[in-house]
């Protein structure tokens, strides 16, 4: 059983908008701090948002805030990242991490 799953990764437009989902199993979920990074091609791996385990609070980096939207459902064990006024330099393979793991990954491409 893979602990972190994500989804919902494609082809957007900028301007576009995809919600990326994290499906979360073997670990207590709701009691961690969850988070998602990106790699853009050819660069390192950076942080992106991160979530509190009750998701009272967040944290973006400044790039993708007042865009990006990190969102958990405790009840599904499901980590969220909705993302809005997508630009060029969005562009990543998106993925999410938790209590030491992290997920295989999503692709997400901005482009006309």
């Known amino acids: 059983q893979v602990p972190l799953v994500e989804s919902g990764g494609g082809l957007v437009q900028p301007g576009g908008s995809l919600r990326l989902s994290c499906a979360a199993s073997?670990?207590?979920?709701?009691?961690?701090?969850m988070s998602w990074y990106r790699q853009p091609p050819g660069q390192e791996r950076e942080f992106v948002a991160g979530i509190s385990s009750s998701g009272g609070a967040t944290n973006y980096a400044d790039s993708v805030k007042g865009r990006f939207t990190i969102y958990r459902d405790n009840d599904k064990n499901m980590l969220y990242l909705q993302m809005n006024s997508l630009k060029s330099e969005d562009a990543a393979v998106y993925h999410c991490?938790?209590?030491?793991?992290w997920g295989q990954g999503t692709q997400v491409t901005v482009s006309s």
């Open positions: 073997g670990f207590n979920f709701k009691t961690y701090y």
């Open positions: 991490r938790g209590a030491a793991f």
